[in-house]
T-cell receptor, first 110, second 115 residues
Framework: RKEVEQDPGPFNVPEGATVAFNCTYSNSASQSFFWYRQDCRKEPKLLMSVYSSGNEDGRFTAQLNRASQYISLLIRDSKLSDSATYLCVVMRTGRRALTFGSGTRLQVQP | EADIYQTPRYLVIGTGKKITLECSQTMGHDKMYWYQQDPGMELHLIHYSYGVNSTEKGDLSSESTVSRIRTEHFPLTLESARPSHTSQYLC??????????????FGPGTRLLVL
């Protein structure tokens, strides 16, 4: 079983739609959580960290459920420019290197 | 934007050649990493370093080696390239903030094709 599991998609949504991505992680020792965005043939870039209390950055909301070992990302009012692969990323206590999910591809259509 | 650089961006080379992929960062970060990513697949950590003269192997077994003689420089070497080494190699560096949160910044990657 992979340490970080994501639905690969693709999610094809119209502009303006709200879309939610889910991610589960298997190692309960995971301490830090992130969502990265990766455009086609580009490097990953940090989108946002995920905090236990949930956090929001503009149209993006991230949630963490430690009991269920589940992370989510909600994108409201999707834009064409949101089209990318969204990577769920965790860091294990004491390890200090990131473990990446395989990503969920989002395609926002006009 | 992060100041982390990788060269070359693209490399096509024959089997058996020795290659070095360069990675440098000007942010003074102690921690640096190499990841390997095949098209459409997840990133796998192959090497990391917590500082000068510190290197460790990552999750994915790799025939490559790394060195960290200077803080800003973390080159990756393949002594004898093979077609199975064809992939994208991404370098990253990170720093912790006061709260202990780490943010990793990635270089643009090197796409390697071994014929």
């Amino acid at each position: 079983r992979k340490e970080v599991e994501q639905d690969p998609g693709p999610f094809n949504v119209p502009e303006g739609a709200t879309v939610a991505f889910n991610c589960t992680y298997s190692n309960s020792a995971s301490q830090s959580f992130f969502w990265y965005r990766q455009d086609c043939r580009k490097e990953p870039k940090l989108l946002m960290s995920v905090y236990s209390s949930g956090n929001e950055d503009g149209r993006f909301t991230a949630q963490l459920n430690r009991a269920s070992q589940y992370i989510s990302l909600l994108i409201r009012d999707s834009k064409l420019s949101d089209s990318a692969t969204y990577l769920c990323v965790v860091m294990r206590t004491g390890r200090r290197a990131l473990t990446f999910g395989s990503g969920t591809r989002l395609q926002v259509q006009p | 934007e992060a100041d982390i650089y990788q060269t070359p961006r693209y490399l096509v080379i024959g089997t058996g050649k020795k290659i070095t992929l360069e990675c440098s960062q000007t942010m003074g970060h102690d921690k640096m990493y190499w990841y390997q990513q095949d098209p459409g697949m997840e990133l796998h950590l192959i090497h990391y370093s917590y500082g000068v003269n510190s290197t460790e192997k990552g999750d994915l077994s790799s025939e490559s080696t790394v060195s960290r003689i200077r803080t800003e420089h973390f080159p990756l070497t393949l002594e004898s390239a093979r077609p199975s080494h064809t992939s994208q190699y991404l370098c990253a560096s990170s720093v912790s903030d006061r709260a202990g949160e780490e943010t990793q910044y990635f270089g643009p990657g090197t796409r390697l094709l071994v014929l």
